[in-house]
C-alpha cells in the first residue's frame, strides 16, 4: 500500500510505468470499455476546494473501471475543525478503499496519509498537483511523441502546477523553465526537488524573470491563473506584476513553430492567456482536461486494484 502525494516519492520508472498504463486503459476505454478492476471498491473524495476538472475525472474514472465514488465537502466533514484529520483518515479506512484530497494545506494531505490504511491521492494542495502533472506529461507525449529532450517553458507564478509539472517534465528526461516575476518564483526547497530528480534523468532546470528567455524555442508554453484560490485579496496587484508575463500571440513568437500551448484550466481569458492563443491551432487544453481522466485512472488501478 502506498500513496500518490508527491513525485519526488515516486521513481522515474514509475512515472514511466503510470504513463504507460494510462495509454492502455484509455485505448481499451475506447475500444469498448475498460475491464471492472475495481469493481466492489470506492473511492472517497474529501474537497475544501471547488473543482470541475478533479470531482468529475475522478468520479467517471471510478464508474469506469468497475468501482464508485462518494463526494464529502468541507460542511461534512470539517477536516482539523469538527473531527482531527487522523480520525477522518483512521475512519474512512474503514469503509472506503481509497482516499483523494483536493485541500488547502499539503500538511493535510501528508496527515491524511500518515494514518489512513488505504491510498491517499492528492487531487490539488497550496504547494502540489501531481495529478495534473500527470495528465499534462501524457498529453506532451500524444502530442510531440515524447517528453525527453523537449523544452517545457512555463509562464507565470512558481505555483503548485509550475512546481507538479517541472517535476514530471524531469523524471520524463525533459528540459523545464520557468518566467515569474521577481518575489514570484518557485520556492528554493522545490527547486531543490526537482533538480534532484532532473540530474537522475539528464534533465535541466532554468529559473528566469524575462518570459521571452523561457519561451525561446521551446516545444511547450504552459501557463496558469495568476490568482488562485484565496489569493484574492492581492489580485489587483497580481495582474499589475503579472501582465508582461501573459500568453500571447507574440510571445508565442519565439518559441518553436511546432510549440503546443498548454493550460490546467480554468483560464482567465485576457489575463494570463489570450482568446487568439487559447483557441488556436497550437492548444491542446481540452486534450490535457480530458487526460486528467487517463492518466487519475492509471493512479487508481496502480493504487487500489
Known sequence: ??????LADWRSEEIRELLNLAQFLRLEFKS???KPVLRGKTLAMIFQKPSLRTKVSFETG???LGGAALMLGPDEIGLG???SIGDVARSLSRFVQGIMARVFAHETVLELGRYATCPVINGLTDSQHPCQALADVLTIID???RVEGRRVAFVGDGNNVAFSLAQ???HAGGHFAIASPPGYGLPEEDIDSIALIARANGSTFETFH???QAVREADVVYTDTWISMGQEASAQQRIADFQ???VNANLMKYASRRAIVMHCLPAHRGQEVTDEVLDGPYSVVFDQAENRLHAQKAILVKLMA
Not at 1 to 6: E, I, V, W
Open 210 to 212: 524575462d518570459p521571452v
Open 143 to 145: 502530442h510531440l511523441g
Open 32 to 34: 469498448g470499455g475498460n
Open 244 to 246: 508582461p508575463y501573459q
Open 81 to 83: 475543525k469538527r473531527e
Open 1 to 6: 500500500m502506498r500513496h500518490y502525494l508527491d
Open 168 to 170: 514530471a517534465v524531469a
Open 62 to 64: 471510478m464508474n469506469q
